[in-house]
């Protein structure tokens, strides 16, 4: 791949055009409004200064990487790419409309990906006249930071699409694992039960928002608590992921909680919003690719 496009400039997009400018593949960062993409640009900007800052990344390769990245309004502008990922709210409805404009305005030999953290590939596929060249190419946050990627086939991806998909991870320096195409595929899957659990039990009252961090930090070595980390993620993202794995399976470990809808409905969304199950200040911008 020589050049990607991303779709949907948010914290997951800004961090996987990092990561594909820091491999030396041209990144095109498409949004429908300029204000997510000044805003993505300033979050790009302030993480490869601080992986500079680390020591991690050469200022000469840092800036080198932030030129390799367009930013645009025009869809037009990704008929370059080779693969477009779409990383736009977790909303079937949404990505759906992504897919189907994407499959009408690219040349129909690019691969379309999902970055989608639970929705099955497969419905995403059928809003195209591709579904061979559709999958799932799930990235984990901070995307600089982590290292594995889900590859998802759909139903009918062709096994092509699939190696090229693999190996431009690997261009990535990511560690690919393959799942089936099933909502949530394996991460969500088990980690989402555990993130609702927590916010039951600080609903119910059991324990302190710290404390329930600290039990899974100090207790069980885990880097950041449940409540910090549904912080990180964003409480929309985990709404919508709930909203999908319940679909799917019908079980109550899946359903969101009532707490976790309130703050969705009440705009306290985590990091992003300044405020979540903590207080973050200021609110933006944020560099949530921390190192
Ligand atoms: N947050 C996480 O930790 C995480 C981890 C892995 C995967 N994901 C997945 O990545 C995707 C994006 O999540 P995020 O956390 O970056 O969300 P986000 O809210 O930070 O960003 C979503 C972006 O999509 C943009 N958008 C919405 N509709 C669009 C459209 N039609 N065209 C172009 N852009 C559009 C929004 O303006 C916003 O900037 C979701 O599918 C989510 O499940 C999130």
Redesign the pocket.
Known sequence: MDTVGI???????SGIAEVVAVAGVRAVV????PG?LHASEERITASLAKAVDRGKLDPRDASRAAERIVYTTRLDDLAQCQLVVE????DRT??C??FRTLDARLPPDVILA?????IPITTLAQATSRPDRVLGL????PVPVMALVEIVPGYATCHGVIEATEAFARQLGKHAIRSKDRAGFIVNLLLIPYLVGAVHLYDAGYATRENIDEAMTLGCGHPMGPLALCD???L??IG??CACLYEEYGRDEFAAPPLLRRMVAAGALGR?AGRGFYEYAPARPVALASR
Request: no cysteine; net charge negative.
């Open positions: 779709v949907g400039a948010g914290q997951m997009g498409h949004e429908p409004e997510p990383a736009v709210t977790e949404i990505k409309e992504v999902s970055n989608t953290s639970s799930h990235f984990f946050s990180f993620i964003g929309d993202v919508g992921i992003k």
